[in-house]
């Protein structure tokens, strides 16, 4: 190497051709570019991707990585810290010991990755890939969400990437298309269900926790893009066992809390005097309900007042009580009041001031239902939290545009800066989840947390949305630049262990005298290390002969 250039800047300004790559290669080109410079070069594919976090994101996660799970099949080269059990509709559970019981963490096709051999992995991010995104079941191809995941979860929260291991359960899939699919990787058969699928998951979080004390009852796993009808019940069976969480149902709750808290800001009211109505009554709706409740039982109101100001609404359309076929979830939920189906209708009969999309059904925020929100509101709160783009309720223009520049708009997927016809210009806050899960896992692991209650997503919240200043305000942004969400993870990890300390949940002792400086201490770093010797010269002083 010459002797003029950096080593590390030389490869990195080689990584970032802006001029030949923003021009000539799409979205998804980049993205397997970058998933290729990962496999050879770790730290610079992390340099790289914290380089420009707003330029990389969208590409390693929301909304490219949607496309790239559905071409998993073209992208994928070879296993890399992926797991990818061989089960069988009658799964052979001692399958999961093996894989786990071995110095080696990676599997595929009865052959092992030496690359992964590691004495203990501090972070798990775990799919069955049955509802990726918006995109439903995507078998095997759901691979790219845990791997994307856990690459933010270096780039973002400085955890370490050999601690991380992303897994896919392969349990078959109920997509023809992908059954039929010749470049599909995954077995090709439909999902197993029913006691085989609940004991494989009893296996999978019993080996990889405490049965060979291989990873221990410390590592985080977190769960991933599960269909609603195991989320729910999956995260209530081992949230009190084990280190765990879902991003689905915790982690969107956490960032629209989040995004909710830095409205009121506008708004100029509390949270309790809001009435909020949301399109969709999954996952994630459920999720953020809960956590309002939480907040706006912090504020000072009882449960079942909280409870009352929230609506949901399904496909079958308004959730009422006396509905047929609802869950104990939704239940919850359920108010007295006739049924309606027409969102328009329910917008103009139940007069939210907040408005929030995560059904997944693109342009359901109709120009109507727009403009109705802000008849009824000086301020109307619109998040279209819904992924990829193509399932947006509506776009940042739409919403500034029919609410005439007064809507208060956030979304899941990026959208360009809208200029107003005042010629103002305004920033569409991102609801990105890796505002939270970044953060949490790096409080979680640096402190030793056993069990993430409720109330870590609460101050998760609340730790995001003092980040947003005033002036992100003004600009239309309810979340922190993203450009500065290293620092948020920092601080949201220092809050967290501060208050696991404070109520004994931390696990992690001497408790450090400075818990922020013990935490960046942990932080990855994506420097190359230096292999010079170090030389010194003797002081001119001490060179001079003496007579």
């Keep these: 190497m010459p002797e003029d250039i950096d080593c590390f800047s030389w490869n990195l300004k080689g990584n970032l051709k802006c ?75 001692a399958q999961l010991d093996a894989i786990f019981s071995s110095p080696v963490a990676g599997y595929l096709g009865g052959e092992t990755d030496p690359h992964l051999a590691i004495t203990s992995f501090q972070a798990i991010v775990v799919t069955d890939g049955e509802r990726i995104l918006g995109l439903g079941d995507l078998g095997c191809y759901g691979m790219g969400i845990p ?85 729910f019940r999956l995260l209530h069976k081992y949230q009190k066992k084990y280190c765990t969480f879902n991003d689905d149902i915790q982690g969107t709750a956490s960032v629209a809390l989040a995004g909710l808290l830095a409205a009121l800001r506008i708004t100029k009211n509390r949270l309790s005097d809001h009435t909020v109505l949301f399109q969709g009554a999954g996952e994630a709706a459920l999720g953020i309900a809960n956590l309002i409740v939480m907040a706006m039982e912090k504020e000072g109101i009882s449960k079942d007042a909280a409870t009352k100001r929230i609506w949901l609404v399904d496909s079958k359309g308004l959730v009422v009580k006396g509905r047929a076929s609802l869950t104990s979830e939704k239940q919850r939920f359920a108010h007295e009041h006739a049924e309606m189906k027409d969102l328009e209708d329910i917008v103009r009969d139940i007069k939210p001031t907040v408005l929030i999309g995560v059904a997944a059904v693109g342009g359901a ?66 609801g990105n989840n890796s505002y939270v899960f970044p953060g949490v896992a790096l409080g979680v692991i640096s402190c030793g947390l056993r069990h993430i209650g409720e109330d870590v997503f609460l101050t ?35 809050r967290i262990a501060e208050e696991a300390y404070r109520n004994n949940n931390a696990s992690t002792y001497p408790q450090p005298k400075d818990l922020e400086a013990f935490i960046r201490s942990q932080i990855y770093s994506t420097d190359y290390n230096s292999f010079v010797a170090d030389s010194y010269t003797w002081p001119e002083e001490a060179m001079k002969v003496k007579l």
């Design 365 to 430: 925020f109709t120009k109507q239902i727009l403009q109705d929100m802000a008849a009824l509101n000086k301020r109307p709160i619109i998040f279209a939290l819904s992924n990829p783009t193509s399932k947006a309720e509506c776009t940042a223009e739409q919403c500034y545009k029919y609410t005439e520049g007064r809507g208060i708009f956030a979304s899941g997927s990026p959208f360009n800066p809208v200029t107003l016809p005042s010629g103002q210009t305004l920033y569409p806050g991102q």
């Design 19 to 93: 001029s030949l790559y923003r021009r000539v290669l799409k979205d998804n080109l980049v993205y397997i570019l970058l998933m290729s410079l990962q496999d050879r070069n770790e730290k610079l594919f992390y340099k790289v991707l914290a380089s420009d976090i707003e330029r990389f994101m969208p590409i390693v996660y929301t909304p490219t990585v949607g496309l790239a799970c559905q071409q998993y099949g073209l992208a994928f080269r070879r296993p890399s810290e992926e797991i990818l059990p061989d089960v069988q509709p009658e799964p052979p559970l």
């Design 460 to 494: 998760t919240a609340e730790v995001i949305a003092q980040e947003v200043s005033e002036e992100n305000l003004q600009e239309g942004r309810l979340y922190p630049p993203l450009v500065t969400i290293q620092d948020v993870s920092l601080k949201i990890a220092v």
């Design 147 to 231: 791997v994307g995941k856990l690459a933010l979860y270096t780039a973002c929260g400085g955890v370490k990437p050999h601690e991380c291991l992303p897994v896919m359960l392969d349990v078959g899939t109920d997509n023809e298309t992908l059954l039929k699919d010749p470049l599909y990787i995954g077995l090709r058969h439909k999902r197993i269900r029913g006691q085989a699928y609940d004991d494989l998951l009893d296996e999978f979080m019993e080996a990889v926790t405490s049965r060979y004390i291989r990873y221990g009852m410390n590592c985080l796993i977190q769960f991933e893009d599960f269909a609603n009808a195991n989320a």
